[in-house]
């Protein structure tokens, strides 16, 4: 994923007063597994992975990650933006993403969207990137709260020892991401 992003962010606290936050919601098949695809109007608010005949669990996280938030589902409404994301002949389009979080979260996801295809870091670079060399731990923290899957590419975030662990989404979800963008 290599659009260019459109970034808009939200606070928790600013989130807690918008009233009527809608969330129109679908899934889609995607190169990388079955997604669940969350839009704010015409802005991509969440993607998550989730295995075969979990379509209640991704709800159920989409809820958890967007409290108080009006949802309606409609598949047909985020195809376009499956599109959008995961094919690559639209790669190279704009994209809206709403993201909330804290300060430091917003900052180390975007710090993220610095990253070209193809390439991984380290929590400790990140930390570094973002001016808080000794937050390595609030880092790693931040990247697995990521709401917005692939687009935020938390994917290419790696060990320091080059090993890749953890994935909200999965290890092998991960690897795959990585061995598909190596070679494109």
């Known amino acids: 994923m290599q659009a260019q992003l459109n970034l808009k962010s939200v606070t928790p606290e600013e989130y807690k007063k918008m009233k009527g936050f809608e969330i129109t919601y679908g899934f889609a098949a995607t190169k990388f597994g079955p997604s669940i695809i969350g839009i704010n109007n015409d802005r991509l608010c969440y993607i998550a992975f989730y295995d075969e005949g979990k379509d209640n669990s991704a709800i159920d996280n989409l809820k958890n990650d967007w409290p108080n ?18 094919d690559d002949a639209n790669s190279k389009q704009e994209l809206n993403v709403l993201l909330k979080g804290t300060d430091l979260q917003i900052n180390v996801w975007k710090e993220l969207t610095k990253l070209k295809i193809g390439t991984t870091t380290n929590y400790e670079q990140i930390a570094k ?10 880092v790693a923290n931040a990247i697995s709260r990521n709401k917005v899957a692939y687009v935020i590419p938390c994917h290419r975030v790696i060990q320091k020892s080059g090993n890749i662990s953890k994935y909200r989404w999965g290890v092998h979800r991960k690897k795959e991401m990585l061995e598909y963008e190596k070679e494109t």
Do not use: H, T, W, Y
Not at 70 to 81: F, G, T
């Open 129 to 138: 990137a973002i001016g808080k060399p000794s937050a390595i731990r609030a």
């Open 69 to 86: 938030a009006i949802l309606k589902a409609n598949n047909d409404a985020v195809q376009e933006m499956a599109k959008s994301v995961f």
